[in-house]
């Protein structure tokens, strides 16, 4: 399984940024595929993710301004981020969870990564 995530930049504060991450290897719709962010000195956080299921989930920092969605057609993922903020910068990770945990916060629960696309929010 390989995840290659893109769209990254550098944004304005209030502006917005779509991310994408092309799976291959496995159907979108067989794991929980999320998004994470790390910025300097943080640990690893969970943004928002879909179960296999379809269901949806984020983080409350980014409730209201960040709407994830999965296209299975194209295989991706994608998640368009709204009013960006000075603290949503970080290196931002999409990830395949093929076990389908319950854990779907914990970055331990999932076996495969994206290499990384860096946001930043700065006027």
């Known amino acids: 399984v390989q995840l290659q995530a893109s769209g990254g930049g550098l944004v304005q504060p209030g502006g917005s940024l779509r991310l994408s991450c092309v799976v291959s290897g496995r159907t979108v719709r067989s794991a929980t595929m999320s998004w994470f962010r790390q910025a300097p000195g943080k640990e690893r956080e969970l943004v928002a993710g879909v179960r296999w299921s379809g269901s949806t989930f984020y983080a409350d920092s980014v409730k209201g301004r960040f709407t994830l969605s999965r296209d299975s057609a194209k295989n991706t993922v994608q998640l368009q981020m709204n009013s960006l903020k000075a603290e949503d910068t970080a290196v931002y990770f999409c990830?395949?969870?093929?076990?389908?945990?319950?854990?779907?916060?914990?970055?331990?629960?999932?076996?495969?990564w994206g290499q990384g696309t860096q946001v930043t929010v700065s006027s």
């Open positions: 990830a395949a969870d093929t076990s389908r945990s319950v854990a779907v916060g914990t970055a331990t629960s999932y076996d495969f």
